[in-house]
T-cell receptor, first 111, second 115 residues
Framework: DAGVIQSPRHEVTEMGQEVTLRCKPI?????LFWYRQTMMRGLELLIY????????DSGMPEDRFSAKMPNASFSTLKIQPSEPRDSAVYFC?????????FGNGTRLTVT | AQSVTQLGSHVSVSEGALVLLRCNYS??????LFWYVQYPNQGLQLLLK????ATLVKGINGFEAEFKKSETSFHLTKPSAHMSDAAEYFC?????????????WGLGTSLAVNP
């Protein structure tokens, strides 16, 4: 079991650029979550999917953020255009029942 | 609405001493409760969870937590701290009902272990 795989591990981009974060969940897990972690706000749930269908996207900050899950083995989180305040660590997590398994995150820096 | 409060954003103990990290929650329904640990530059890892049944829950790395409904608490303990326990610890609660898997997270407690 390779765990939840996120790419890239680090992303540095300039304000206004499009950023795409990728996640491969653990095979067989039917829930997938995108979180953002910052020192100021802690861990924030952005969106989560069940069986590839978005269930709750109320945490998505604004229209610049979008997430897709085209199949059970892949999800993306896109920010377009990116802003400096989007700098954070973004985590993907997958789960089957009650426990979540987190990836190692993508550290995004927007300059 | 559900909420989680972790008392003490920073806790420091000596190696071999008791570890006690406090978590209080509020929930209008029977909660599912979780403790996760985060090591530097890594994602969160499940330490233990309470869903139903026995209120004293044992987890990995010698940690345990007790669900006390009357006190709305789910404190995390370990009898003897090890240097490798230094990390950030997060308490979380969910309604655990139906397809709702949304977790409400505490702000975390940073544990330092001194030699």
């Amino acid at each position: 079991d390779a765990g939840v795989i996120q790419s890239p591990r680090h992303e540095v981009t300039e304000m206004g650029q499009e950023v795409t974060l990728r996640c491969k969940p653990i095979s067989g897990h039917d829930y997938l979550f995108w979180y953002r972690q910052t020192m100021m706000r802690g861990l924030e749930l952005l969106i989560y999917f069940n069986n590839n269908v978005p269930i709750d996207d109320s945490g998505m900050p604004e229209d610049r953020f979008s997430a897709k899950m085209p199949n059970a083995s892949f999800s993306t989180l896109k920010i377009q255009p990116s802003e400096p305040r989007d700098s954070a660590v973004y985590f993907c997590a997958s789960g089957l029942r009650t426990a979540l398994h987190f990836g190692n995150g993508t550290r995004l820096t927007v300059t | 609405a559900q909420s989680v409060t972790q008392l003490g954003s920073h806790v420091s103990v000596s190696e071999g001493a008791l570890v006690l990290l406090r978590c209080n929650y509020s929930s209008s329904v029977p909660p599912y409760l979780f403790w996760y640990v985060q090591y530097p530059n890594q994602g969160l890892q499940l330490l233990l969870k309470y869903t139903t049944g026995a209120t004293l829950v044992k987890g990995i790395n010698g940690f345990e937590a007790e669900f006390k409904k009357s006190e709305t608490s789910f404190h995390l303990t370990k009898p003897s701290a090890h240097m490798s326990d230094a990390a950030e610890y997060f308490c979380a609660v969910s309604e655990g009902a139906g397809n709702n898997r949304k977790l409400i997270w505490g702000l975390g407690t940073s544990l330092a272990v001194n030699p």
